[in-house]
């Protein structure tokens, strides 16, 4: 079906005929779980040739297709021009910038969007939620801390294994010292050298890479913890299915 409705497109036919058929195709994809697809078959839609409803239901279709495929930063970047006219979009946005990391900007929209039908008696309760969103980590700050085993790990909120670290380290210290101290130099010099390249600039990389890691999966919880707070408040938006366990 997608491939004779590329076939459309590439046969000249009429810019309504274009349109059509890759919005079509868009859902081809969408059908089979090939969301990337989706939201880029839609980014080929003319968008000038739809109307006003149309173009926001297209710009729509690739927010959502985006969102769905796991890609929040390209998803984000549709949230203006999508717009808030319908309480479905500001679900969305509110999920798309959670799991994005542009808390205070999802926060809107999800206050909104269960205050769509009027004041709602859980909006403290969710507003409390946005209080404690995650604060990202600095590699700069990270890389200081890390010259001082175990502070670098206790930054990443790892305490085990900066204890740990601060054992291999102490140990490699005095693995040196205690072969300087016995006279045997070259054993000290090369063989603590060694060790220290595995403990102490070990250490300096596995903060590198917890503050990655912490700075991509940070936001990710906060999202599905988001989606499963805002299903408790409106059980109604179940009836969205993107709001369902991703």
């Not at 010292?177 to 006279?183: D, H, I, S, T």
Request: proline share 4%; with cysteine; charged share 20%.
């Amino acid at each position: 079906m997608a491939v004779e409705l590329e076939r459309t497109v590439w046969e000249g036919a009429s810019l309504e005929q274009t349109n059509d058929a890759l919005i079509r195709k868009a859902e081809c994809y969408a059908h089979l779980g090939r969301y990337a697809d989706a939201s880029s078959t839609l980014s080929r839609v003319r968008l000038f040739a739809l109307e006003p409803q149309e173009r926001t239901q297209v710009l729509y279709g690739q927010e959502l297709y985006w969102f769905m495929a796991g890609d929040f930063g390209q998803a984000s970047t549709l949230v203006e021009e999508v717009g808030d006219e319908s309480r479905e979009a500001l679900l969305l946005h509110a999920l798309v910038l959670a799991y994005a990391g542009r808390y205070d900007e999802s926060e809107i929209y999800a206050a909104r969007f269960v205050s769509w039908d009027g004041p709602c008696p859980r909006l403290g309760e969710l507003l409390k939620f946005y209080e404690v969103h995650p604060r990202p980590r600095s590699a700069s700050t990270a890389m200081a801390l890390s010259f001082v085993p175990p502070l670098g790990h206790f930054y990443n909120g790892e305490y085990g294994e900066g204890l740990l670290s601060l054992g291999l380290n102490g140990a490699a210290a005095a693995f040196v010292v205690a072969n300087l101290l016995g006279g045997y130099w070259v054993t000290g010099i090369v063989g603590g050298g060694i060790l220290l390249d595995y403990t102490f600039i070990g250490n300096q990389e596995r903060n590198d890479a917890l503050v990655q890691r912490h700075n991509a999966g940070d936001p990710l919880a906060f999202g599905e913890g988001l989606r499963r707070l805002l299903w408790d408040i409106c059980p109604s938006a179940a009836a969205y299915g993107f709001l369902e366990n991703r």
